[in-house]
């Protein structure tokens, strides 16, 4: 035999795996039936199941006999309109004038990175994204793969946002800059502005002339009032007429995480602008995916055009945020029962999927492989807070 001839691969060095997707493969593979997932953020039932919306079955059951063709590189025009206007309002003024330009992505990811990769083109590699510490994982991976240099800036604490440093970091930061801002329930530490920050958030972004572009992943999942949850992104596209970027995701809203339907819209001043932008984004489509899913994207269309699903839609959606508030309450009043060490108030003072409870390193992998109670019914909140209560009492 002759030599082995050296692989084209040799530089490829091993990557280490995502910690969110690594921890769900431990769960899975871990054998105690009394196992809770606290990591990953997708809604399950009381018994641990994903919940299918009953608005999706209706909407699956309208689509049932839909067509597999391709679907137009933009995506399918109904969704895009119609996500646009949920987003922005009907009535609108950047809906009304045509300043949206938009196109289907995969998901939340997908959306964030078409518009880096449409950003990169309007205003260079050169632009700095700033992004919150802490943040959603892939936040930092998805820029720096394009190009941008990120920087991450301290967020929150365990009392909540720390506006002063946050208001000192935007003035601080070069005109152009990229700021990735959570439209609603951070990601992952749970403290959102509230309007009256989000206008001191928005002064600043006007008067530095920085680029707001919202990750909007739990829009109307947060409160259960899509209304409310939008506030941030009605705000700085109309009260202060910015220019920004929007990328939503309906994994969580509607329940359709592996389906990956999600929207990215950026808004510039003049529909002239906005037509170019919505060319370039198909190019830009063209050269990745060519087409979106078709799937996914006529669930969320046969939602939002059929006023009676639509309504059942916004009853889903109060289901699911209420059902959340509740078991943080119950978290909260469990451990105040069992008088765990520490202040639990943030467990309800927070929003959405995600708390940050504070643990350190040791606790939490106690908590993940030495904690076992006997005798309860893993599946209620009372379980959790005991294992809480046993941890940081046998490592404090």
Not at 118 to 124: F, N
Not at 206 to 216: H, Y
């Amino acid at each position: 035999m002759g030599s082995i001839l050296p692989s084209f691969f040799d530089s490829v060095t091993y990557t280490p795996p995502d910690p969110i997707f690594e921890l769900t493969k431990t769960y899975n593979a871990d054998p105690n039936p009394c196992k809770v997932n606290l990591g990953q953020g997708t809604y399950k039932d009381e018994n641990g199941n994903s919940w299918i919306l009953p608005a999706v079955r209706e909407a699956k059951e309208k689509i049932k006999d839909a067509n597999h063709e391709y679907l137009p590189i933009l995506g399918l025009p109904s969704f895009r309109a119609l996500g646009t206007e949920l987003v922005f309002r009907r009535k609108s003024a950047v809906v009304r004038e045509g300043r949206v330009a938009s196109c289907q992505a995969l998901s939340g990811t997908g959306a964030l990175h078409i518009a880096g990769k449409m950003l990169i083109q309007a205003l260079g590699s050169d632009k700095t994204v700033y992004i919150t510490k802490p943040s959603w994982s892939n936040h930092r991976q998805v820029f720096e793969s394009l190009g941008f240099a990120v920087r991450e800036f301290k967020y929150s604490s365990s009392t909540g946002i720390d506006m002063e440093l946050f208001l000192k970091t935007l003035n601080s930061a070069h005109p152009g800059s990229i700021f990735v801002f959570h439209a609603s329930a951070h990601n992952p530490s749970g403290w959102d502005p509230s309007p009256e920050q989000w206008k001191q958030i928005g002064a600043i972004v006007k008067e530095r002339q920085l680029f707001p572009l919202f990750d909007a992943a739990y829009l109307g999942l947060t409160s259960g009032d899509y209304e409310r949850d939008a506030f941030a992104i009605r705000y700085f596209a109309e009260e202060l007429g910015l220019e920004i970027g929007v990328c939503v995701s309906f994994a969580k809203s509607m329940g359709l995480y592996g389906e990956r339907v999600g929207l990215c819209c950026l808004v510039p001043q003049t529909s002239t602008t906005a037509t170019a932008v919505e060319s370039t984004l198909a190019q830009l489509i063209r050269v990745e995916i060519s087409n979106s899913p078709a799937f996914g994207a006529r669930i969320v269309a046969a939602v939002l055009e059929d006023e009676g699903i639509y309504a059942e839609w916004k009853r889903n959606l109060v289901t699911m945020s209420s059902r959340i508030a509740e078991m943080r309450w119950q978290l909260y009043q469990g451990l105040r029962e069992l008088g765990t060490p520490g202040d639990w108030g943030r467990i309800t003072e927070q929003k959405g999927m995600f708390c940050i409870l504070g643990l350190t390193p040791a606790q939490v992998n106690h908590l993940q492989s030495k904690v076992s109670i006997a005798g309860l019914n893993w599946k209620n909140v009372r379980y959790v807070a005991d294992c809480i209560d046993k941890t940081l009492k046998a490592n404090t």
